[in-house]
């Protein structure tokens, strides 16, 4: 993916500075580059207010409203120039926001969350994603067009926080919606930063002020209020199993982007040197912090040994079982369930995106290791709860397989039913057949890294919302329309 240097960065600035009708430029220059002590809180970036960020809830959906009424008197073309400038703007502050991100959660890597901006910035689908569609016959001409809900209201994740901001909203606003963000508390700063950047591109390309609104302190009771708000048409959820839960028990229409845990399988058609790089390179993109991100391995028996010697050469470190035992009960910790009593393990939010460096010192082992190494492996049965939890870190447990139909039968469980994602390593169709029929997931990526499976150094496009539980996939504008037919009885032929 190509690198902007500091002249192209001004020239595309300047560019979307003279191509908006009507733009007032004092809103629309980029924020300066990031410095070494970034200095921001939920409603402020380097002492510059940002816009869009309400206190009260139904103050932010009163804002994204009126943006939305604006938007509403707008053509298609120029709501494409605000996706536009969107973009132009996202390439040109994607230092900032990675930065950022990575300071405020603690999570990922600098430059991996700004080649996902990146990514969002090139490959997020904008208004051609909408496309109307017409029946003739005998009885004359339908029309089916895809229109706006109104406002949508969005709960967005710590894992890819300005990421989703971005992608949800160049989507929702290319179908002609106004949004509304309850993001998650962890990543508050970044994601308001985000909201802001939408709302500065939007008016910079003669869209209302406020198109896209967020709260400063957004808790679970201001997302009840987006739930129960009458202007709120269409929710929006990424996130983790409670709130996506939460979401679709609202009573609206809600889309909903839930948890993975994709496991790869490799089989001994493979081409081993290549799959070792592609897992190691998909399980440590931004710390294993992308959904779609390899969580678990199953190897053919045959190949296992040959497959840890590439994933060795490429950055990964071998666990002792010593180590991998002890390790279980730093990442993840029991918590207790306050409706059931009941203890479960939970992963451990201090190891959530850290680098495998910081995971493996928690050992106290007094070793250090190498600066190269970026994944902690280890060789566990299947019942490991490195294998049947959502880790979230570069942490990667492999299992051996004797076979096709045991390697799916225990991958297709280790995904549990999430219908998430999947991968698999092999030249062989009728194995890779085999799995991407049984695992049924929304994403099943061939001999790639994981990332592949979302417009990275795959075709297609991007989306950081996959919607696996709701059906959507990989969203995009499309996704946040509503059908609306109009039938025109016995004329309108042309033929
Ligand atoms: P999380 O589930 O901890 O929280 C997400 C958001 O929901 C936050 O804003 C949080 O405050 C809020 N929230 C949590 N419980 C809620 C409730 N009951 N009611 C209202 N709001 C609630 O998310 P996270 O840890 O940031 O993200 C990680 C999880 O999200 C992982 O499970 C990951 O797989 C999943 N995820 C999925 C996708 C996807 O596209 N399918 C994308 C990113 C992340």
């Known amino acids: 993916m190509a690198e902007l240097d500091k002249n192209q960065i001004e020239a595309i600035v300047r560019q979307v500075i003279s191509n908006v009708n009507g733009a007032k430029t004092e809103t629309v220059a980029a924020a300066s580059a990031p410095k070494t002590t970034l200095s921001f809180t939920s409603t402020e970036y380097n002492g510059r207010k940002l816009v869009g960020i309400y206190s009260d809830m139904n103050d932010a959906i009163a804002a994204a409203q009126e943006g939305y009424t604006a938007v509403r008197k707008m053509t298609v073309d120029q709501r494409e120039k605000i996706i536009t400038a969107i973009r132009q703007l996202t390439y040109a502050e994607a230092p900032i926001l990675a930065e950022m ?14 080649l996902k901006h990146i990514l969002v910035a090139d490959k997020t689908p904008g208004t051609e994603d909408i496309v109307s569609a017409a029946k003739t016959g005998d009885n004359g001409l ?50 308001n930063y985000a909201v802001d950047l939408v709302n500065r591109a939007c008016f910079s390309a003669g869209g209302p002020k406020v198109l896209v609104a967020s709260m400063d302190k957004p808790t679970l009771d201001s997302a009840q209020t987006m739930y129960s708000h009458p202007a709120i048409r269409l929710l929006v959820c990424t996130g983790g199993p409670g709130v996506v839960r939460s979401v679709l028990s609202s009573g609206k229409k809600a889309i909903g982007a839930g948890a993975g845990n994709p496991p790869v399988i490799v089989d001994d058609t493979a081409d081993i040197v290549k799959a070792g790089k592609c897992i190691i390179d998909g399980c440590t993109f931004d710390n294993n912090l992308p959904c779609i991100a390899e969580k678990e391995v199953f190897a053919f028996r045959s190949i296992k040994d040959q497959l840890i010697t590439e994933m060795l050469k490429n950055g990964a ?21 306050k409706k059931t009593g009941k203890t479960k393990k939970q992963v451990n939010r201090k190891c959530v995106g850290r680098d495998a460096s910081v995971i493996y010192d928690m050992l106290g082992t007094g070793k250090k290791l190498p600066a190269d190494v970026r994944c902690l492996i280890c060789e566990t049965n299947f019942e490991h709860l490195f294998v049947q939890e959502e880790l979230m870190m570069p942490i990667l447990p492999i299992v051996t397989v004797d076979n096709i139909d045991e390697a799916v039968t225990l991958a297709v469980k280790a995904e549990h039913g999430n219908r998430h994602t999947a991968h698999m390593h092999s030249k062989n169709i009728d194995n890779l057949t085999k799995f991407a029929s049984a695992v049924e997931t929304t994403i099943f990526v061939k001999n790639a890294p994981s990332y592949a499976g979302i417009g990275f150094g795959g075709e297609g496009h991007t989306t950081f919302t996959i919607a696996g539980p709701t059906g959507e996939g990989i969203t995009s504008a499309r996704s946040f329309t509503r059908q609306r037919r109009c039938v025109m009885a016995d004329s309108f032929r042309i033929i």
């Open 101 to 114: 991100g990575v300071k405020e959660t603690g999570m990922g890597k600098v430059e991996h969350k700004r």
């Open 142 to 191: 339908t029309l089916v067009e895809m229109a706006p809900f109104g406002v949508v209201g969005a709960i967005t994740p710590s894992t890819n926080p300005s990421e989703t901001v971005i992608c949800n909203s160049i989507g929702m606003i290319a179908a002609g919606n106004g949004v509304v963000f309850n993001p998650h508390p962890g990543a508050i700063c970044t994601s």
């Open 317 to 337: 470190y071998m666990l002792t079982k010593e180590e991998a035992d002890k390790l279980v009960d730093i990442v993840l910790v029991d918590v207790t369930d």
